[in-house]
C-alpha cells in the first residue's frame, strides 16, 4: 500500500495548434504533484497501479513520492487530437511536420551520420533514406525527443482510464528497462505518448528491438529503426507495411515514403 498520501494538483493550460515544423511532442501544459495529509484520499486507479507492481516485484510506489512525479491532466486528449488523427489530406499533414524543411535537410543528416547508415543497410536490408525520413518525422532529426516524462505519461494515461491497458503494460516495460539499466527513469523525456529519443520507441519496442544500451547514441538509433523495419517488413512483406506498423497511419506511412523518395532524388542529384 502507499506509505505516504497523494493528491495530486492539476493545473491544465490550454492546448494550441499545431504549427507548421513544430514538433507534435512537444507539451502544451503543466501538472504537478504534493504532498497532502492523510486525510486527503488517494486515486483508487493509482492505488491499483502501485498494488499491480508490487506484486510484480517492481517498485512503483517510491517513484510516485519522488517530487519529480506528476500527473498530466487531459492526457487523453492528446491522443484524440493528433494530427494522424484530425487532419483531413497528406498535403496538410506534410504541411503540419514541415515537410519542406525536413526534406531541405535530409541529404545533410544523411551524410553527418552516413557510416551508421551504411551499417544499417548490409545488416538489416532497410533503405538508409526510409530510417532518416523517419528519424526526421519522428523528433526532427534529433532535434525534439518532447518534454514529458515517460512514466508521468503512463501513470496518468492509467489514472485518466484513457487506454490503461496498454498503458499499465508499457508501464512495466519501462520500469524493467531503467532496472536493467540502473536508469533514472526521471531522467528521460518522451513525447505525450511515452515514446523515447530520436527514433521515438515506446518501452516495448525498446525492450525488444533496440540495438545498444544508449538511448540517445545516433548510431543506436539508427540501427534500432532498421531492427524494427526488418522485423516487421518479414511480417508484412513490404517496407511500407513495415513502416505503418512503426505508427499505424496510412498519412504517416505516406509522409515517411515521400520524404524518403525525396532524398533518394537528391542523393542521384548529386551523384
Given at each position: 500500500?502507499?506509505?505516504?498520501?497523494?493528491?495530486?494538483?492539476?493545473?491544465?493550460?490550454s492546448?494550441?495548434?499545431?504549427?507548421?515544423?513544430?514538433?507534435?511532442?512537444?507539451?502544451?501544459?503543466?501538472?504537478?504533484?504534493?504532498?497532502?495529509?492523510?486525510?486527503?484520499?488517494?486515486?483508487?486507479?493509482?492505488?491499483?497501479l502501485?498494488?499491480?507492481?508490487?506484486?510484480?516485484?517492481?517498485?512503483?510506489?517510491?517513484?510516485?513520492?519522488?517530487?519529480?512525479?506528476?500527473?498530466?491532466?487531459?492526457?487523453?486528449?492528446?491522443?484524440r487530437n493528433?494530427?494522424?488523427?484530425?487532419?483531413?489530406?497528406?498535403?496538410?499533414?506534410?504541411?503540419?511536420?514541415?515537410?519542406?524543411?525536413?526534406?531541405?535537410?535530409?541529404?545533410?543528416?544523411?551524410?553527418?551520420?552516413?557510416?551508421?547508415?551504411?551499417?544499417?543497410?548490409?545488416?538489416?536490408?532497410?533503405?538508409?533514406?526510409?530510417?532518416?525520413?523517419i528519424?526526421?518525422?519522428?523528433?526532427?532529426?534529433?532535434?525534439?525527443?518532447?518534454?514529458?516524462?515517460?512514466?508521468?505519461?503512463?501513470?496518468?494515461?492509467?489514472?485518466?482510464n484513457?487506454?490503461?491497458?496498454?498503458?499499465?503494460?508499457?508501464?512495466?516495460?519501462?520500469?524493467?528497462?531503467?532496472?536493467?539499466?540502473?536508469?533514472?527513469?526521471?531522467?528521460?523525456?518522451?513525447?505525450?505518448?511515452?515514446?523515447?529519443?530520436?527514433?521515438?520507441?515506446?518501452?516495448?519496442?525498446?525492450?525488444?528491438?533496440?540495438?545498444?544500451?544508449?538511448?540517445?547514441?545516433?548510431?543506436?538509433?539508427?540501427?534500432?529503426?532498421?531492427?524494427?523495419?526488418?522485423?516487421?517488413?518479414?511480417?508484412?512483406?513490404?517496407?511500407?507495411?513495415?513502416?505503418?506498423?512503426?505508427?499505424?497511419?496510412?498519412?504517416?506511412?505516406?509522409?515517411?515514403?515521400?520524404?524518403?523518395?525525396?532524398?533518394?532524388?537528391?542523393?542521384?542529384?548529386?551523384?
Open positions: 500500500m502507499v506509505n505516504r498520501i497523494l493528491v495530486f494538483t492539476l493545473l491544465l493550460f492546448i494550441s495548434a499545431i504549427r507548421p515544423g513544430q514538433s507534435t511532442t512537444a507539451p502544451e501544459f503543466i501538472a504537478e504533484s504534493l504532498y497532502a495529509d492523510e486525510n486527503t484520499p488517494v486515486s483508487d486507479r493509482v492505488k491499483e502501485v498494488d499491480h507492481f508490487q506484486r510484480q516485484n517492481l517498485d512503483l510506489e517510491s517513484l510516485l513520492e519522488d517530487s519529480r512525479f506528476e500527473l498530466y491532466d487531459g492526457i487523453g486528449d492528446r491522443f493528433s494530427a494522424e488523427r484530425r487532419v483531413p489530406d497528406l498535403e496538410e499533414y506534410k504541411r503540419i511536420l514541415g515537410f519542406n524543411d525536413k526534406r531541405n535537410r535530409i541529404v545533410g543528416f544523411m551524410n553527418d551520420h552516413s557510416a551508421y547508415f551504411a551499417r544499417a543497410e548490409e545488416e538489416y536490408q532497410i533503405p538508409a533514406t526510409v530510417i532518416a525520413a528519424i526526421g518525422v519522428e523528433s526532427d532529426y534529433g532535434r525534439n525527443i518532447g518534454r514529458f516524462n515517460p512514466l508521468n505519461v503512463y501513470v496518468s494515461m492509467y489514472h485518466e484513457y487506454r490503461a491497458d496498454f498503458a499499465k503494460a508499457q508501464l512495466e516495460e519501462l520500469l524493467k528497462f531503467t532496472s536493467r539499466l540502473n536508469i533514472d527513469v526521471f531522467s528521460l523525456k518522451s513525447s505525450y505518448a511515452g515514446a523515447m529519443s530520436f527514433a521515438q520507441f515506446i518501452p516495448y519496442s525498446v525492450n525488444r528491438w533496440w540495438v545498444g544500451d544508449d538511448l540517445f547514441s545516433m548510431e543506436n538509433n539508427i540501427l534500432s529503426i532498421a531492427n524494427y523495419l526488418a522485423h516487421f517488413k518479414g511480417i508484412t512483406g513490404t517496407i511500407e507495411g513495415a513502416v505503418f506498423r512503426y505508427n499505424p497511419s496510412s498519412l504517416y506511412r505516406d509522409a515517411v515514403m515521400a520524404l524518403s523518395h525525396e532524398a533518394e532524388l537528391l542523393l542521384q542529384g548529386t551523384q
